[in-house]
């Protein structure tokens, strides 16, 4: 296990299903796969619980008894950073920032901040939503204060000007998978992922390259275009790599990052990408969020309508939750919305 060696905290529950989505792979003539890292487990489960292990594991390891991080109104890392220290019986602070312009109250009360309330957060508010240095600041200043009081705080960073011990989840989950698809016999031709703040895809990606796997990565942006994205990628893996003392290199072909369903930005959904949702509800009941997993399986589903996988082809999605923020969202199921037709 190439991660044994640093300090965590066991909060997920692993190895995650690897199902085949039998109903769409039948409707395409495909084959579906789907790892569902929806179903971790901490407080409506995700990616972030995997990040957190290692987050957690850090900052023990430093004496801390709270922990402080930054995210978006709906952030799915805020909400779990918040249960993870509730598990760990960790104070927690965080800090929401104007990241969407979304006027529905949904947007603001339901979902992710609703939990983050209900499991009793200290919230603070940052009125930036593309200032991610300023953020975590902002969390490094509180911290600061904390300390005068006699807390040990640590922060969870935002930006990738520390380094993504959150990474480490994902090079141990790049490993899990592997094993699975070699229990099954399957040989996927690519694996999809969402790459926003990059540590689910850096890791995941790392994570092959250091087992002597070439199956390609295909992350699909949503937060940032593509080219921004794969330098974000690749520092994070440097940083990574380096904390590890891996020998090998991952290059910029490695890297692959689709912006193509990004549009019009984070937080904002598209007919790509409702239509990836509904169609992943419909024929599998299989709930995905506008934000993350959708805009990822709208990637999928553009390489299913474009017939790019033949008979014995298989493709696997990587599916990181985010099923809360879907309250978030009431135009999703609106009475004026066309259905999608497979």
Request: aromatic fraction near 8%; glycine fraction near 8%.
């Amino acid at each position: 296990m190439l991660t044994e060696s640093f300090p965590r905290v066991i909060l997920s529950h692993t190895p995650t299903p690897l199902e085949r989505l039998d109903n769409l792979s039948a409707d395409y003539q495909t084959n579906i796969w789907i790892k569902r890292d929806d179903c971790t487990g901490l407080a409506f489960g995700g990616n972030k619980s995997r990040q957190l292990e290692f987050y957690i594991g850090h900052a023990r390891s430093l004496g801390a008894d709270m922990l402080l991080t930054t995210g978006a109104v709906q952030s799915n890392h805020v909400r779990m950073t918040v249960a993870a220290a509730r598990k760990m019986d960790m104070e927690v602070e965080v800090q929401l920032e104007h990241r969407v312009d979304r006027d529905q109250p949904e947007y603001h009360k339901s979902g992710n901040p609703f939990l983050v309330k209900l499991m009793g957060a200290k919230i603070h508010y940052y009125p930036l939503g593309e200032d991610e240095d300023g953020a975590d600041q902002a969390m490094v200043e509180r911290a600061e204060e904390l300390k005068k009081a006699g807390k040990q705080p640590y922060v969870i960073p935002l930006s990738n000007a520390r380094i993504p011990y959150g990474a480490l989840g994902y090079v141990d989950a790049a490993e899990e998978t592997l094993k699975q698809l070699e229990d099954l016999g399957i040989s996927p031709m690519r694996f999809f992922l969402p790459t926003g703040s990059a540590s689910t895809h850096a890791g995941f990606l790392l994570g092959l390259v250091a087992s002597s796997c070439s199956i390609p990565v295909q992350g699909v942006c949503v937060r940032r275009e593509a080219v921004s994205q794969q330098q974000r990628v690749l520092t994070k893996i440097d940083s990574i790599a380096e904390l590890m003392s891996l020998p090998m290199k991952v290059v910029a072909d490695q890297v692959i990052c689709d912006d193509r369903f990004l549009a019009p930005g984070y937080g904002h959904s598209n007919t790509a990408t409702q239509n990836a949702i509904e169609l992943l509800a419909r024929r599998e009941g299989i709930l995905l969020d506008p934000t993350y997993s959708g805009k990822a399986f709208a990637a999928v589903v553009d390489a299913l309508l474009k017939g790019d996988l033949g008979h014995d082809d298989h493709i696997v999605f990587l599916h990181t939750g985010g099923t809360p923020s879907l309250f978030a969202y009431p135009e999703l199921v609106s009475d004026n919305r066309e259905g999608f037709q497979i």
